[in-house]
């Protein structure tokens, strides 16, 4: 059979080929494509809850203080490294805040805090080690994602909790499928929604 070729004629595999791509297109709505596009996810409500998580003068070097964020059933903890940080907060920059998940198989890390090595870990599960001074990367084992880091900021002298970079582990998204964490307030308008390393 002869192929007419010209703007008027398609063939089946042309047709076919643009009714797919026109459902996976019609499949994501304008806001998922701007959040692809630019790595930075948005919410109806405006964004991350703020909470304040801990003051700076109560923290002590290398001893962890537990908290959950953005929802109760998030756990994370808080720490002075005692070392500057990758958005590390505080006069000497060294204070941060991670998701106690691993981020390869969700185990908990909580109570694996390595002061000596600035590190969360080993993960119980596969031994996953992440290093706190650089935004959570793993640096053994399993896990190919850095920790998300809770996004702080200090408030004279209240630090506060206002944005998760990177995924929880065991969640679609970091502000689905749960209650907001308790004490939590709405984010300030205009204020950063999510931060991607």
């Given at each position: 059979m002869e192929e007419r070729k010209g703007p008027l004629c398609m063939t089946r595999r042309s047709a076919l080929a643009t009714?797919?791509?026109?459902?996976?297109?019609?499949?994501?709505?304008?806001?998922?494509?701007?959040?692809?596009?630019?790595g930075e996810a948005?919410?109806?409500?405006?964004?991350?809850?703020?909470l304040k998580v801990a003051k700076v003068a109560s923290l002590t070097e290398g001893e962890p203080v537990a908290f959950a964020y953005p929802?109760?059933?998030?756990?994370?903890?808080?720490?002075?490294?005692?070392?500057?940080?990758l958005h590390g907060v505080g006069p000497d920059r060294d204070i941060v805040a991670f998701s106690v998940l691993c981020t390869h198989m969700g185990g908990s890390l909580r109570g694996r805090y390595r002061h000596d090595l600035k590190a969360m870990g080993p993960c119980p599960f596969h031994f996953s080690t992440f290093d706190l001074r650089k935004g959570g990367i793993p640096v053994h084992a399993s896990a190919t994602q850095n920790l998300p880091q809770i996004r702080l900021r200090v408030d004279g002298d209240d630090i506060v909790a206002f944005?998760?970079?990177?995924?929880?582990y065991g969640f679609r998204s970091n502000l689905s499928d749960g209650e907001i964490a308790e004490g939590a307030t709405p984010g300030r308008p205009g204020a950063p929604v999510i931060m991607r390393g």
């Open positions: 009714v797919a791509g026109g459902a996976m297109v019609a499949s994501f709505t304008a806001g998922d494509i701007v959040e692809a596009a630019s948005r919410l109806e409500d405006g964004g991350y809850p703020e929802l109760k059933q998030q756990p994370n903890m808080i720490v002075k490294l005692g070392d500057e940080a944005g998760v970079t990177g995924l929880i």
